[in-house]
């Protein structure tokens, strides 16, 4: 029974729908072609004897897509709405299967949803992680070991973008889960475009997968033209599963925006939400627009390779600085979408483990916005090194620096609302002051990259690369974690084990510290990034091996933590209603929460932070009204 | 994952509190604006590069030769369409069914003829050669022209597929008319096609003298 269940599941029908539909569409585009008489172009591809040409795969893979969804599900509701029948919601497991089975199948439910997106994003941040481990076992010498160029080159750009991808689902997740629950909503605004978001990220994960299988691909997660126009054929299916993982984005964040503000609870205004919803809401005004300028670039860099249209290759008079500044419009801001969130967590966390006010909300809330705002007009300081117009320059440079302004009111903010505060570390909390600390670091190590005669020095080593490891385990990773603790009574009823949380924050955060100094000290010595062999004269081996022994730390420590979260699921004592005295209304309600929230709507009566003030009610449940 | 559950405290069938028509349909516009308004990056993104790259050292901005009669025939059907487009909405909000679906029609012929002359006759797939009145009537840019057409596929094969997709949906509005969905109160399917309808236009005055009239007719980079 439970293996039927498996088997019929949602990701397994996809699965197969993505395979059939691939071979449909390679063989549709192989037909015609052979209609026509057209000798194979483009990287090529032998599939069981039969030559494939490279826009056949490219039309395959997306038709695959479009199968997995078709066969997950996914487009039934739409599919009949087309053709004018009306289908309810359905709510709860599929007819005649275990509650648990919802999981594994197309749900619409915010909280199914949210931690379907929770687990795939560990699942393919533990695959990530892997794809590190692996290359950083090989920098650990200098010489290759026990790599080829090839796999070093494929191995990190995939780890770059299979974290993108695992940070973007856990962005989802935390939103998804977390928003509807603290306005005070049964849902978001659209369910069942909800569950599109998640679904469509599952097999654009598996082309990103598969594009290692075939022939892997050399230009890191940026996938710069004309390299990227150059390189195997697994290039493609690196630039269609980034592409299709934008559908996801643009769909997940008009959702968030809407359900905001359209579905909030009586007196919730805009300044009485929880604080996490504003970082999700100005995340989301990123994420909506800024993602098609990504997508506008990797669909000029799939057509120019398949179909021969040229915009990059400077042989037809193509730009290839076009691609860069395509790219970067979207992918500076976009890690303000990963960070946004996560320091929205913070300040979400921190007054409840310090019994206080949250300091400065207002600022806080609309730092927001500015980081966010501000994200928009520095995407050219990753380009002062690619010949980019001269004029550009200086303009960037003074934007870049204002970024640290509404940053800073987070950390100054931060560190009043401790002050004085009756501190307790659970684990949460530490995770919490973990994030500030490595923050930090990535915050300090940036102006320096912002600054274009230092950055023109430290662009290419590896001093970047652990600025940017730094920003994304303070702003997303320790965060993430610190909510994952947090949440997680809430999510399914029971409490994880305080021991194995607190060895898992000790052994990741020196880890961590061990591993960030360590990338950038090897980059001042004159580690380049992206490169599998350095030369021993430059005297970095040791802090090599500090770097490779930190990376396996953080990672045996990662799978601790998912240990605890399984094992915890099923053993564990049943948690209190409101372990953390939140004042938060999702705590106010029984865990893990009922199918539609809160049976009684809630009012907002107060602020949100008002820790330690006396009769000083954030939300009154109102008794339901009877009849009418 | 069997353990890592929401159980739910109702029977699993129930129904959740009912949102109400006027919420939704708030969602649902504010959702459809916030939509445009990403698309909007998307337009615009290749509009821009156009600017960067239809650009010579000597001759400044740059367009390709193409037809100024059929851009210009194209674009005044196009607009034309939008006009019966809003005919068929204004059609519904007073109940009059016959003229909504037959102003939907209109709309999806005007669509296809536009649609006809972008993609067969100015993109010529099928290879084909005519005059008439001694207007050539058929495009001579091929795909390898470096980026000429590079960006002129672009941005109509953008556009183009919006018309498309818009065009599926004035054929899957007006079926659903036919057979008796959308009321003047209700027919908020009937405002979303007419939305994107009319965003997909307005892309195209956007696009039509960035792409006909712009810069300087050039024959290749």
């Known amino acids: ?628 | 994952m069997g353990a890592v559950t929401t159980p739910s405290h109702h029977d699993s069938h129930a129904h959740g509190p009912e949102i109400s028509w006027e919420v939704q349909l708030k969602s649902n516009r504010l959702g459809l604006w916030l939509f445009m308004f990403s698309e909007v990056f998307l337009f615009a993104a290749l509009l821009v590069a156009r600017f960067v790259l239809w650009y010579d050292a000597d001759l400044g901005i740059v367009r390709p030769e193409l037809s100024q009669e059929l851009g210009l025939v194209t674009t005044v059907i196009l607009l034309f369409s939008s006009f019966f487009m809003n005919r068929a909405e204004m059609a519904m909000e007073y109940g009059d069914r016959k003229r909504f679906l037959n102003g939907l029609l209109v709309t999806a012929v005007l669509g296809t003829l536009f649609f006809i002359g972008v993609v067969v006759m100015e993109w010529n797939i099928l290879g084909l050669q005519g005059e008439l009145f001694g207007i050539e009537l058929f495009g001579h840019l091929k795909p390898a022209d470096g980026v000429i057409s590079g960006i002129f596929f672009a941005m109509t094969g953008m556009h183009a597929l919006h018309v498309l997709t818009g065009l599926i949906f004035i054929m899957v509005v007006w079926n659903n008319g036919r057979n008796g969905h959308y009321s003047p109160e209700k027919h908020w399917g009937v405002e979303a096609c007419a939305i994107y309808w009319h965003y997909v236009d307005v892309v195209w005055v956007f696009y039509y003298p960035a792409l006909y009239l712009i810069g300087t007719a050039v024959h290749a980079m």
């Not at chain 1, 057209?38 to 199968?67: D, K, R, Y």
């Not at chain 1, 569950?195 to 994960?205: I, L, Q």
């Not at chain 1, 303070?474 to 607190?502: D, H, I, N």
Request: proline share 6%; glycine share 10%.
């Open chain 1, 1 to 628: 029974m439970k293996l039927k269940i498996w088997l019929t599941s949602a990701y397994v029908r996809g699965l197969v729908g993505q395979l059939v539909g691939t071979l449909l569409g390679i063989g549709f585009i192989e037909a015609i072609r052979g209609a026509m008489g057209l000798e194979p172009t483009g990287a090529t591809f032998n599939l069981f004897g039969a030559i494939i040409a490279e826009p056949s795969f490219v039309f395959g893979a997306i038709v695959g897509v479009i199968g997995f969804l078709l066969a997950a599900g996914v487009f039934t509701d739409w599919l009949k709405w087309m053709v004018g029948k009306e289908t309810p919601l359905h709510h709860g497991a599929p007819a005649g299967k275990p509650e648990w089975s919802r999981y594994l199948n197309v749900d619409v439910n915010h909280k199914v949803i949210g931690i379907q997106y929770g687990y795939t994003s560990i699942l393919v941040l533990l695959v990530g992680g892997l794809f590190a481990i692996l290359f950083r076992i090989e920098l650990a010498q200098p010489g290759m070991q026990w790599l080829t160029n090839d796999q070093y080159n494929t191995l990190f750009s995939a780890h770059g973008i299979v974290m993108i991808a695992s940070i973007l689902l856990g962005v989802g997740a935390m939103s998804n889960y977390l928003v509807p629950l603290m306005i005070g909503a049964s849902d978001m605004a659209f369910p069942r475009m909800n569950a599109f978001s998640y679904w469509v990220g599952v097999p654009s994960v598996v082309l990103i997968l598969a594009g290692m299988a075939v022939g892997g691909w050399d230009t890191g997660w940026v996938g710069y033209a004309p390299l990227s126009l150059r390189a195997p054929l697994g290039v493609q299916l690196f630039l269609l599963g980034f592409w299709l993982n934008g559908f996801s984005s643009i769909a997940s964040a008009i959702n968030i925006i809407v359900t905001t503000v359209t579905m909030r609870a009586k007196g919730m205004s805009w300044f009485r939400m929880p604080i996490f919803v504003w970082a999700a809401v100005a995340a989301s005004l990123i994420q909506f627009t800024a993602t098609q300028t990504v997508g506008v670039a990797l669909m000029m860099s799939i057509a120019e390779r398949a179909i021969g249209l040229n915009f990059f290759s400077p042989v037809g008079g193509g730009n290839p600085i076009l691609y860069q500044h395509l790219f970067w419009f979207y992918s500076h801001p976009v890690v303000y979408v990963f960070v946004l969130p996560g320091l929205g967590v913070i300040s979400e966390l921190l007054p409840v483990f310090t019994r206080k006010p949250l300091f400065g909300y207002k600022w806080i809330a609309l730092s927001s916005l500015g980081i966010a705002l501000v994200g928009f007009l520095v995407w050219a300081h990753h380009m002062f090194t690619s010949g980019m117009a001269d004029a550009l320059r200086v303009p960037f440079m003074i934007s870049t620096m204002f970024v640290a302004v509404p940053t800073g009111v987070k950390f100054f903010s931060w560190v009043a609302t401790m002050w004085e505060g009756k501190m307790s570390f659970e684990t949460p909390m530490l995770f919490v002051l973990g994030a500030i600390s490595v923050f930090l670091i990535g915050g300090i190590s940036g102006p320096i990259l912002g600054t274009i005669p230092t950055d023109l020095h430290l662009h290419d080593s590896y001093w970047v690369v652990g600025h940017f490891h730094a920003t994304m385990f303070g702003g997303f990773v320790f965060p993430f974690f610190a909510a994952l603790y947090y949440w997680y009574p809430k999510m399914t009823g029971r409490m994880y084990k305080e021991s194995l949380g607190k060895l898992h924050f000790w052994l990741m955060t020196p880890g961590f510290w061990v591993m960030s100094f360590g990338q950038m000290s090897v980059g001042i010595l004159g580690m380049r990034r992206r490169i599998a062999d350095y030369d021993p004269l430059l005297g970095i081996e040791r802090t090599h091996v500090l770097i490779t022994l930190a990376a396996l730390v953080i990672g045996w420590s990662v799978l601790i933590m998912v240990y605890n979260f399984i094992s915890s699921a099923r053993t564990q004592e049943v948690a209190a209603r409101n372990p953390w005295r939140s004042r938060s209304p999702e705590w106010q309600i029984p865990s893990p929460a009922p199918e539609f929230n809160y049976d009684v709507p809630f009012e907002v009566v107060g602020d949100p932070y008002d820790y330690g003030l006396a009769d000083a009610a954030y939300i009154q449940m109102t008794p339901a009204v009877s009849g009418d």
